[in-house]
Structure formats: C-alpha cells, structure tokens
C-alpha cells in the first residue's frame, strides 16, 4: 500500500509534464499575447481620453462656449399684448420611477417640486411600481402633500412591473397631459437636483434644435461612508470627469445614465422610446438616439446628489447590471451601428471600438483574466514570462490615468486597485452572460438605498457593526481566488523568483476579506 502511495504522485507528475510543454505552455504564452494586446488597447485608450481632456480644457471648449445657452427669461408683465409672462418657458415633465423606496422616496419628490421654475409650466410625475402597499400609501400621501401645495404632481401606478424601470417610463408617457410636454426630466429615487437644474439645462435644449440629451453629473452624498462608498467615488468620479467629457466634447455622444438628465421628447420618440430588451435600457436610448444623428451634451460642473450602495450585496447586483447590459446591447446592435448610414464612419468606429469594446468589453475582461488569472498561472509555469512593461509600466500608467477623476482618494490608489480586480470577477461574468445572451442576461435587482435610515436608526452613537452571520455573508468564489493566489505567491517564494509575491498575497488578502463579507455597510436585521 505504500509503495502504491508513493508511485501515484510520481504518475502525476509525469503526465504532468507530458501534457504541459505541447499543452499548457503554448496556450497560456497565447493567454499573455492577448492579454498584452488587450492592455494595449485599454493603455492608449486612456491616454487618449486624458489628452483630449486636457485639449478641452486648454482650449476652454466647455458647453456653453460651442452651444447657445442663453437664460430663459419671463416676458414682461406691463406688455398688453403678452397674455402669459411665461409663454417662453417650455413645458418640461419630470418623472420618478422607483420601487419601494422607503428611505429617499421624500427626498427626490421633495427636490423635484421645489424645482425653480414657472408652477403651470412643469409636471412633476412618480412611477411608482412598488410592491409594498405600506410604502405605496406612504408615496402617495407624500404626492398629495405636494399637491395641497399647488404643485402639478401625478402619481401614477401599474398593475405589473413589465420591463421594470424601462416599462416604468414608457407608460409614463402614454398618458394624455405629456402630449403638452416638451421635454422630460429624470431623476432616480435617491437623486435631488438643486433648484436650478432646469434653469441651466433647459435652454441648451431650446435654443440648439439639434440637441437631444442634456446629462449632469452625480455627486456622492454618502462617498465617506465606509471604504466601499470612497472606491465607487473614483471610479464613477473617473467616469464623469473623463469619459463622459470626452464623449461630449468630441462626438457630442455619450451613455445617458438613466439619470440627472433632460431629454427632448420628439428625439425619444424618433429613436423609438424606451426598450426593455436589455438591463441598460438609458444606454439603448442613448445610442438609437445618437444614430438618428442627434447630439448630446455634459454639464460637468452641474452637479447631482445622489446616494451610492453602501452593502457589498447592492453594489454587486448593479455591477451585474452595468456589466450584463452594455455587453448584451452590443450584441444586439453592432450590426445596427456597423450599417447606419446616418452618422459619420468616425462616429460609428468611437461608438463600437472605443464606447463599447474597449471601455465595456475589454476593460472588464483583461483586467480579470490578466492579473487574477494568467499572472499566477506564470507563477507556476516559469517557461512562461511576462515583459517587465506589460505587468508595471502599462498598469502603473493607466492606474495612475485612472486616479485623476479623484484627487482627494489619491492615497487610496493601491486599496482601489485591489478592489477593482475583485469587482472584474463579476463584471467579467456579466460581461460573458451578456455577450453570450444566457444565464441572468435580463435579470433586474433594484439598487437597495439606506439613505438616513442607519443614522436614524443610532442616534449619537457611532454604528457598531453587528455580529456576522457566516452563512449570509460568505462569497464562496471569493474565498477560492484568494486561496488560489495565496498558493501561487507562496510557490513564488519557494520556487519561484519572488517577483509577483507581493502583489499575489495583497490581493489574495482582498479577496478573502470580500469573501467572508467584511466589506461595505453591515446592515443590522
């Protein structure tokens, strides 16, 4: 028994070596080929964007320089011949689609009808597809509170939450008093624009008829919340500053982001309105829209608040989402946008390359297979080797790219790039469900928001964290990742040259402190 014992491991090992130099060893060198021809994309796409960002800058080319945005006045009230003083302002409709939103239901009512424009000039309407009829109630009486105060409120319901959000919205605009309408403002359940919101954005939408979108950025009223909330910042801060410019000032195209943003209602309809056909039913707008020819603009110094998910289980589910959907969409439409006789072949070759490809395709995907997966497979197999400028330079340079969206988290860079390999696990599984249109390619979970209720809920205390229950909060592939890169940096140090160590047990360290779930706001039961 034995002698049988240790002859089994010695077979191992010699098919072992039978199989890895014609098998293992070709095909992972083809792993690090694509992985530095996809780092490259990715490395000239982000110096791309950062020189434009500063040639816009330099050149002073902000919106209200290349568009005419001149205030919208009332008329004056001593002209007899005027009937209305404010016949000028557009009749603009605000819509709120949310779902059980218990917590910042007021909040975003509250700061749409205090928006600063003329009363009989503006509607304000909440989709509500709640399931709760507690929390429906609540919405409702708030709707009539608003109402009492002469404000132009409807509250409106459905009977099923066919298409979600998407099928939200486009109810929304069936019924009769939108036909008056014409412009339409959205705003999730957590946002709150500031009182001047249609005041900056409405006249770059009248005065330029060839404008269809007008997006603003989010600001983060909850980013110091815990660790979590300040790596979302950078990455989304990295996202307006940079990705969305860019897309404004060169194409005058970007993704709408569902939110913050004011949209013409005859170029909604001329691109076919709102589709559920994918999770991201803001970006299919947005690019129907952008093939009919019509142009968009960001506002980046008007600014949004909103509410980022503070639990790891919110924040995975809508980086699934964010994931699935664009890989899906451009599934669906690359043949669409490839054929478009309508935009020029620079615009089609920056929608499909750089919008799609690279930014939701690519990005995702390198960044997960390369440094979570081929890197310590070379650990194991050393006839494979990695240029020095493929795993430092080119990362170091596009991290540091990354990092200027958010000065302030500058000293967090490291604990983002962690994260950030962590969260590609996921969005890379998104990314491959979508493209390949199976598993959860259409599932919709909506983004859980705590607004003040932990505050409320401790009052003068500081929020201790409650005694954790193992099996809510393990995350199993997590904890196998951080197990496969703990081996790999210790085979590196035992028989390797020590090179990647550092970095395998950092971010195997990640990986297991997400996977017991010691990450974002523990929220008590």
């Known amino acids: 028994m034995a002698a049988a014992g240790a002859v089994l491991p010695e077979q191992i090992a010699a098919m072992w070596e039978q199989v890895k130099a014609p098998v293992v060893v070709p095909l992972l060198r083809l792993s690090v080929a694509a992985c530095l021809a996809m780092s490259v994309m990715l490395f000239v796409e982000k110096v791309y964007m950062s020189v434009v960002l500063v040639g816009v800058h330099l050149f002073g080319r902000r919106p209200d320089r290349r568009y005419r945005c001149d205030p919208i006045v009332a008329a004056d009230n001593d002209d007899p011949e005027l009937a209305d003083a404010n016949a000028a302002f557009p009749m603009v409709l605000i819509q709120i689609p949310m779902y059980n939103e218990r917590e910042v239901y007021k909040l975003s009512i509250g700061a749409a009808c205090g928006l600063s424009w003329p009363s ?16 429906k109630e609540m919405v409702q009486v708030e ?19 066919v298409g979600y959000k998407a099928g939200a919205l486009r ?35 009248v005065h330029n008829p060839d404008i269809a979108l007008v997006q603003a950025r989010w600001k983060f009223v909850n980013a110091n919340e815990c660790l979590m909330t300040r790596m979302q910042e950078m990455s989304l801060d990295y996202h307006f500053k940079v990705e969305q410019e860019v897309g404004s ?34 970006m299919d707008l947005a690019v129907r829209a952008g093939l009919k020819g019509w142009k968009f603009v960001y506002l980046g110094d008007l600014m ?43 615009k089609k070759i920056y929608v499909i390359y750089n919008f799609f490809l690279v930014r939701k395709i690519i ?19 050393p006839e494979v080797e990695i240029p020095r400028w493929g795993y430092v330079y080119l990362p170091s340079i596009v991290t540091i790219l990354n990092s200027i969206g958010t000065p302030r988290s500058l000293h967090l860079l490291i604990f983002w790039v ?18 390949l249109e199976t598993g959860r390619v259409n599932e919709w979970v909506v983004t859980e928001k705590l607004g003040d209720a932990m505050k409320l809920k401790l009052p003068g205390k500081a929020f201790r964290r409650p005694r954790m229950r193992i099996g809510d909060r393990v995350n199993a592939l997590e904890l196998g990742f951080s197990a496969y890169l703990s081996f790999c940096g210790c ?35």
């Open 120 to 135: 009989d000039r503006v509607i304000v309407q909440v989709l509500d597809d709640s399931t709760d009829p507690v929390i």
């Open 143 to 161: 709707c009539k509170r608003w109402e009492s105060k002469g404000v132009r409120i409807k509250y409106e319901i459905r009977d099923n939450r």
């Open 171 to 205: 109810e929304g605009m069936k019924h009769g008093y939108v036909r008056d309408c014409d412009y339409v403002a959205i705003f999730d359940a957590d946002f709150q624009p500031d009182p001047d919101f249609l005041a900056r954005t409405i006249p770059f939408l």
């Open 249 to 282: 000032s060169t194409h005058a195209f970007f993704g709408f982001n569902g939110t913050a943003g004011v949209w013409r209602i005859s170029a909604m309809n001329e691109a076919g309105g709102w589709k559920d056909r994918t999770t991201v039913e803001d």
């Open 304 to 346: 949004v608040k909103s509410e980022l998910p503070s639990t790891f289980k919110a924040f995975r589910y809508q980086q699934h989402r964010w994931s699935c959907g664009p890989a899906n969409l451009f599934r669906k439409m690359l043949v669409e946008i490839a054929t478009n006789k309508k935009v020029t072949l620079w």
């Open 363 to 381: 990005g995702h995907i390198v960044t997960f297979v390369f440094y979570c997966l081929v890197v310590p497979a070379t650990v194991l197999i």
């Open 418 to 435: 962690l994260f950030e390999n962590v969260m590609s696990l996921h969005r890379t599984k998104a990314t491959l469900i979508g493209l």
């Open 491 to 525: 085979y590196d140090i035992a028989y390797g040259k020590g090179y990647y160590s550092l970095f395998l047990f950092l971010q195997s360290i990640t990986f297991f402190i997400i996977g017991v779930g010691y990450v974002g706001t523990i929220v008590p039961r």
